[in-house]
């Protein structure tokens, strides 16, 4: 347990990426804010880059580094398009309430 | 035994560390020392938002146009491309260096690493040129 | 309430699904527990040390591990609990900044600092814009209300946590893991000069070299983003703006 705490391994980098995206697909999951979600897929998205960069520093190979910053690009095209649907939403219904956008299922 | 180890351990932070305690050390003291020996004299005038001497106008809980976001939007296109020019920065000699045709001879100018970039900006100039027509920009 | 826990549980065991495909898929023949293995370079051995040191051992890599990854999680937590949307927004900057110092623990320097400029410097900004935009506050945040909803919903995330946690602490770490990284030399240079692994010049040399295509990709990417975003949150005409909202600059006086 102790050699736990203090031997810091790949492992360590591995299960907190793991806790970190599990809490993102809660966020996804249980919140209703379409801004609390779209932030949730931000945090699934750091757990994939702090795992690819562990296997990258696991590897001694600097193409994880490329990857990472790939999924940063992505994410950022990605939160633009996303938050302005999200502003698009407002402007039509005044909320962003993801349970109430229903339209579609009746 | 476990704080030597812990200090050679800590070594290779101890410039950032330090700055850090020196920035919070001067912060704490100085916000101490004001709460503790300055003169205190409460007015409402004093508890009012600052707006450099101006009425505030408003609501600071008011709804902001969508203008914003728009230029918010262009920044962190801006951003993300300055963050893919660092490394192209500091690799341009190797990109534009072609390799020598034999050994001794002189290695010759490549033009790889300006085209390649070139292409990244204009693709990203083409994004400005919109956002300009449409005049997302336009500050009226 | 029925309805999202539905999504939900269907959701995790879309997840559990692909754990398990992929746990049986890099299952070695033979192997008794689900393990993924790592080939290393060709001939060197793959040790089976789960645990082995990735950043240097002892008590200060340890406290600086588990001070970021506190700020990570309880970051995390904080975007997960927050009704005031700025202050999710505040605790989701703490989580990148402590990516940043964990990138940091990893070699990857360049990494954390396009990690603190763009996400927590960016990103994020674009974020409180909108919330700037829209600023309403919430009404009930939770999805799943009830406390058959929540229990439900919080087994389930245990669940899909074991089940990653299981699968990533098996990996196994190849020997080459245990010596410091490799410089990286730029290919074709005549001048050899090598690079330290996680520098800014390291990425760029896999960057224009291997990933030449989707670094140009990327660019489009950026271009097709600008263009959505600006279509689709543009008001129609100028009257339709959002009512209630203060013009831009009303006097730039101060």
């Given amino acids: 347990m102790n050699d736990l705490l203090t031997h810091i391994g790949y492992g360590h980098f591995l299960v907190l990426a793991a806790v970190l995206f599990v809490m993102g697909v809660a966020g996804v999951l249980m919140r209703r804010n379409a801004l609390i979600i779209m932030m949730s897929i931000e945090l699934m998205l750091n757990a994939a880059n702090l795992t690819v960069l562990t296997f990258a520093r696991m590897h001694g190979d600097v193409s994880g580094h490329t990857f990472a910053l790939i999924v940063i690009a992505v994410a950022a095209a990605e939160v633009a398009v996303g938050l302005a649907i999200v502003v698009a939403l407002f402007r039509g219904r005044r909320h962003v309430d993801v349970d109430r956008l229903n339209t579609l299922k009746h | ?140 | ?254």
């Avoid at chain 2, 932070?13 to 850090?20: D, E, H």
């Avoid at chain 2, 660092?86 to 341009?92: I, M």
């Avoid at chain 3, 992929?22 to 023949?29: I, L, M």
């Avoid at chain 3, 080939?39 to 082995?52: F, I, K, L, N, Y």
Wanted: aromatic share 10%.
């Fill in chain 3, 1 to 254: 309430m029925s309805g999202r826990v539905l999504a939900a549980i269907a959701a995790l065991f879309l997840v559990l699904g692909l754990v398990a495909a992929g746990t049986a898929a890099a299952q070695p023949a033979g192997g008794d527990a689900p393990s993924v293995t790592i080939q290393a370079t060709p001939g060197a051995g793959v040790s089976t040390a789960s645990r082995d040191i990735a950043t240097g051992s002892g008590a200060g890599m340890a406290i600086l591990f588990w001070a970021l990854a506190l700020g990570t999680v309880g970051g995390a937590a904080f975007v997960l609990t927050r009704r005031n949307l700025i202050a999710a927004v505040m605790g989701m900057v703490g989580t990148f900044l402590a990516l940043a110092g964990l990138y940091m623990m990893l070699y990857a320097s360049f990494l954390a600092v396009i990690q603190m400029l763009v996400y927590a410097g960016a990103i994020m900004v674009l974020f409180v814009f909108v919330i700037m935009v829209l600023n309403r506050p919430e009404d009930e945040p939770w999805g799943m209300v009830g406390l058959p909803g929540k229990a439900l919903a919080g087994l389930a995330m245990l669940y899909l946590l074991v089940r990653l946690v299981m699968l990533v602490w098996s990996v196994n770490v190849p020997d080459t893991a245990l010596v410091a990284p490799a410089a990286v030399a730029f290919p074709g240079d005549a001048a050899h000069t090598v690079y330290e692994f996680g520098s800014t010049a390291a990425v760029g040399t896999s960057l224009f070299s291997d990933y030449l295509f989707p670094f140009e990709a990327i660019s489009i990417l950026l271009l097709i983003a600008v263009v959505g975003a600006i279509a689709v949150a543009r008001p129609l005409n100028d009257a339709d703006e959002l009512p209630g909202a203060q013009p831009p600059a009303p006097t730039g006086g101060h």
């Fill in chain 2, 1 to 140: 035994m476990l704080y030597t180890r812990l200090a050679l351990q800590l070594q290779a932070f101890t410039p950032a560390g330090l700055a850090i305690a020196l920035a919070l050390g001067f912060c704490g003291l100085f916000t101490l020392l004001a709460v503790a020996v300055g003169p205190k004299s409460v007015n409402p005038e004093k508890l009012k938002p600052f707006e450099c001497g101006s009425e505030p106008i408003g609501s600071p809980r008011g709804r902001y146009s969508v203008k914003f976001y728009q230029v918010a939007i262009l920044f962190l296109v801006f951003d993300i491309e300055a963050a893919f020019m660092y490394p192209w920065a500091l690799l341009f000699t190797k990109l534009s260096t072609t390799p020598a045709a034999g050994p001794g001879l002189p290695t010759g100018v490549g033009i790889f690493g300006f085209v390649e970039m070139l292409l990244f900006v204009i693709v990203l100039v083409v994004a400005l040129t919109y956002v300009w027509r449409k005049k997302a920009i336009g500050w009226e």
